[in-house]
T-cell receptor, first 117, second 114 residues
Framework: GAVVSQHPSWVICKSGTSVKIECRSL??????MFWYRQFPKQSLMLMAT?????????EQGVEKDKFLINHASLTLSTLTVTSAHPEDSSFYIC?????????????FGPGTRLTVL | AQSVAQPEDQVNVAEGNPLTVKCTYS??????LFWYVQYPNRGLQFLLK??????LVKGSYGFEAEFNKSQTSFHLKKPSALVSDSALYFC????????????FGKGTRLHILP
């Protein structure tokens, strides 16, 4: 199946700093990518939908100024957690749809574990 | 708005026995249903999907799921469980014709006992 990578796989940062997480589709072009957040023993919470060349669509309750999303190319989307605080510590997962059809399944990255001290 | 329910937090099955992980959904339009599996500290892996056609869908690793429109269910099944099937399983639904978002269930942890 299609491969999606994330970098870094884990990151520890101090409170107040910003952290950038990259999501790449390695062997296909992804018009649409998604960013999720997963808390321990909980389901995935959709944070935003990232469309190449346009602004991301954020879910209700997600601060767009805090979680900056950029989808600069068909193979790369980035999530920047600005001025991170301990409550931002979580497992962040991206996914991409192979092709343009909304009927195609998502392929998920391996996730990035963020720990804010 | 669509929703998906996985009524069991955990399912325990002896190795070699059949397994079922339950999922029910609610949509305003037509459902597009998925099952994903997640291993510890990993992303999700696609198992199978239902769009239309045969109600019984076969997927990866010997898993299958049956779409039941009248019961609005999409239970995941496998005839003979393996210890390596132990993981966290998520059901997801996309409401085609509704708001088109993908919503995940809370997940069911499957323990296969040797």
């Amino acid at each position: 199946g299609a491969v999606v990578s994330q970098h870094p796989s884990w990151v520890i940062c101090k409170s107040g700093t910003s952290v950038k997480i990259e999501c790449r589709s390695l062997d296909f072009q992804a018009t649409t990518m998604f960013w999720y957040r997963q808390f321990p023993k909980q389901s995935l919470m959709l944070m935003a939908t990232s469309n190449e060349g346009s602004k991301a669509t954020y879910e209700q309750g997600v601060e767009k100024d805090k979680f900056l999303i950029n989808h600069a190319s068909l193979t790369l989307s980035t999530l920047t957690v600005t001025s991170a605080h301990p409550e931002d510590s979580s497992f962040y997962i991206c996914s991409a749809i192979f092709g343009t059809s909304l009927y195609n399944e998502q392929f998920f990255g391996p996730g990035t574990r963020l720990t804010v001290l | 708005a669509q929703s998906v329910a996985q009524p069991e937090d955990q399912v325990n099955v002896a190795e070699g026995n059949p397994l079922t992980v339950k999922c029910t959904y609610s949509v305003s339009g037509n459902p597009y249903l998925f099952w994903y599996v997640q291993y510890p500290n990993r992303g999700l892996q696609f198992l199978l999907k239902y769009i239309t056609g045969d109600n019984l869908v076969k997927g990866s690793y010997g898993f299958e799921a049956e779409f039941n429109k009248s019961q609005t269910s999409f239970h995941l099944k496998k005839p003979s469980a393996l210890v390596s099937d132990s993981a966290l399983y998520f059901c997801a639904v996309r409401d085609i014709g509704g708001d088109d978002k993908i919503i995940f269930g809370k997940g069911t942890r499957l323990h296969i006992l040797p």
